[in-house]
């Protein structure tokens, strides 16, 4: 990138900036009865993939995760790099 076009570029920030701030100014300006009422979701609503998903086995997965989380970053990265490719190898073979 030559030094015109970061010129260029850190002016454009710049004006986004203060564009940014003017908005953030008038909307503060703004009554409250103005402002758009937003809803409160319930806290308790849960996804359907975290209510499919049994407490027990949760905990299993977190887990495992840590578990392969410490593995991985005990081997070396190259050595990882590796077993991925092989994994990607043997499952496009496999089909």
Known sequence: MSKDETTRELE??????????????????????????????????????????PEEQKTQFEELGDLLQAEIRDLPTITCLTVFSLGILMGRMMR
């Open 12 to 53: 454009k920030l710049r004006a986004d900036v203060a564009a940014l701030s003017d908005a953030r100014r008038e909307a503060a300006a703004r009554p409250a009865e103005a402002q758009p009422v937003v809803e409160e979701t319930p806290a308790a609503t849960v996804s359907a993939s975290e209510a499919a998903i």
